[in-house]
């Protein structure tokens, strides 16, 4: 089951973050691995693969995110007192663009692995919702490709080798061929409908699978009862929101490579995406040498329905704002609303910390009624609401 999470703060996707610097900046490093095989445990946050790691005897936490290149915060470089090695042009899942600084990190650990000398961007996850994930950086492609990687979701671990037959793929139940950009972010070719597409294998992407906006197109082709319409801003990305279009989620047929996925939820974003939505339904290996990726079913997958309460709000000038809703629906509440309090929690009084904790617990928390209280120009207004299904 997808679920649009009560007020869930939209799609937080940390993608492709397009460096202008060299490609050789990205193939920089190498890393030392004494064992045949070695297990990185894992917390897993919305869909979200995080992990703990030592740089310079320091623990940090980072996020494991095959859509970015590795990352940095800025807090992190300071503490450090790394020297910055080039500056660069950076974009964001929004496709917003910022001039960031680079550095070589001289070693990371990652439980009894240690990579030496990896490139890394730095940035400042300033944005609040981001903020609340309460991480230090990004374990990106660039220093992933230099392994075979088998991501177990369901027993929160992440499995690395330098041998790929210790993974014993051929058991596998499928694979799919991938390319990859210069920071070795895999791409695998699709098709949804008669367009094809190139999806980005994000793990760093809570959602499901999302496909660029082509909202008359979609529209077109989906079965109506299969189709719903979103306005506003519906996502945000490392440098904030995107900007307010009319968007949709629809179920439909999805080839990735030449393997088809029948009734899967589909959302219109700013690139085109495989997430953790997604992921979590399989144990996969991720393989830059013969650039594959092999999938084993879980025997958990649920059928996909999208449900939920039809609106979405994210902070702006430090105020819970209704920034994007399900149009055609019984949902009353306005883009623009401020929400006031939700279920008893009064967002007024709400301090970071306390929003973060609230948020966090949101992620994961199932719901089928809300009281909302939100203030609409000058008017404050209440609304009992019930979850809905807006695609079964």
Not at 177 to 204: A, C, E
Not at 261 to 286: A, H, K, P, Q
Request: glycine share 6%.
């Amino acid at each position: 089951m997808n679920k649009e999470k009560l007020l869930i703060i939209l799609l937080i996707a940390f993608i492709d973050l397009g460096c202008n610097s060299s490609k050789a900046f990205y193939n920089l490093g190498e890393v030392v691995m004494d064992s045949e095989m070695e297990i990185i445990n894992i917390t897993m946050i919305g869909n979200r693969p995080f992990c703990k790691v030592i740089l310079l005897d320091k623990t940090y936490n980072f996020l494991i995110d095959t859509g970015a290149p590795t990352a940095i915060s800025e807090h992190v470089f300071n503490a450090l007192n790394l020297k910055i090695s080039h500056e660069g042009s950076m974009s964001d899942s929004q496709k917003n663009k910022r001039t960031e600084k680079f550095v070589v990190l001289p070693e990371l650990k990652l439980d009894n692995l240690v990579f030496k000398n990896i490139g890394s961007s730095i940035l400042n996850f300033d944005v609040p919702e981001i903020k609340c994930l309460g991480f230090d950086g990004i374990i990106g492609s660039n220093l992933m490709a230099k392994l075979f990687w088998k991501f177990d979701y369901t027993n929160n671990k992440i499995i690395v080798t330098k041998n790929l037959d210790n993974f014993k793929v051929n058991d596998f139940d499928f694979s799919v061929r991938f390319k990859h950009k210069k920071q070795k972010t895999p791409l695998v070719k699709g098709k949804v409908g008669n367009k094809k597409i190139s999806f980005m294998l994000d793990t760093g992407y809570f959602g499901n699978i999302s496909v660029l906006n082509n909202y008359d197109y979609c529209k077109a082709s989906s079965a109506e009862d299969k189709f719903i319409t979103k306005s506003g801003s519906t996502s945000i990305g490392i440098y904030g929101g995107g900007s307010e279009k009319k968007a949709f989620t629809m179920k439909t047929n999805l080839y990735l490579d030449k393997q088809l996925f029948e009734n899967e939820l589909i959302e219109s974003e700013s690139y085109s995406l495989i997430g953790g939505e997604f992921l979590r339904d399989y144990e996969f290996v991720v393989d830059w040498v013969n650039l594959k990726i092999y999938f084993k079913r879980n025997d958990n997958i649920k059928i996909r329905n999208l449900k939920g309460f039809g609106f979405f709000y994210r902070f702006k000038n430090g105020k819970p704002i209704v920034s994007s809703k399900i149009e055609s629906k019984e949902v009353p509440i306005n883009l623009g609303d401020e929400i006031l309090e939700i279920n008893q929690i009064n967002f007024t009084t709400l301090d970071s910390f306390d929003f973060c904790k609230y948020y966090l617990k949101e992620i994961i928390k199932e719901e089928s009624e809300m009281y909302i209280t939100v203030k609409r120009l000058n008017d404050t207004l209440k609304f009992n609401l019930k979850e809905q299904e807006f695609i079964k």
